[in-house]
């Protein structure tokens, strides 16, 4: 477990690429799961998470859809396609399976990171990487943790 303090968008890049590094490294399943308040940061993290990509897309929520699906350069980063998800309107797990969910965070050539992923813990696999955003001291600062 592991505490960031964030102070400015700036200091998001670094911590983007260490998290890339760490799901790029694992042999199984890659699933980043954030959890965290409103406007805690957790969108502005995947558009950054989505440059890191290569990713050149405007990266807009998916609140409305559930899903994004963007093409990944397989030899560049390891996958072949990037699911950015976001849990925040979903009421049941059932929704879910309509998505084919459990296909997409099974499939190792897919990287998927989560919005509001606390919604459905129960169902994200446990070797999903953790991270919760919450507000700092300042207004601007954001305080990470990393499971």
Known sequence: ME???LRSEKE?????EKVFRALKSRKSLSVLALSGDLGSG???????????????NR?????FMIFRVYDL????TGFKKFYHADFYRMKNIE???TLKFYEIIQNPENLVL?????KFREIILQNAIWMTFEYGKNE????VEIK
């Open 3 to 5: 505490n960031i303090v």
């Open 12 to 16: 998001l890049k670094p911590l983007v």
């Open 42 to 56: 957790k969108t502005t993290f995947a558009k950054y998470f989505a440059k890191v990509l290569g990713i050149k």
């Open 59 to 63: 990266i807009l929520s998916p609140t």
């Open 73 to 76: 350069d397989l030899k560049k």
């Open 95 to 97: 929704e879910l399976n």
């Open 114 to 118: 989560i919005e509001w992923a606390e």
């Open 140 to 143: 601007n600062e954001r305080v």
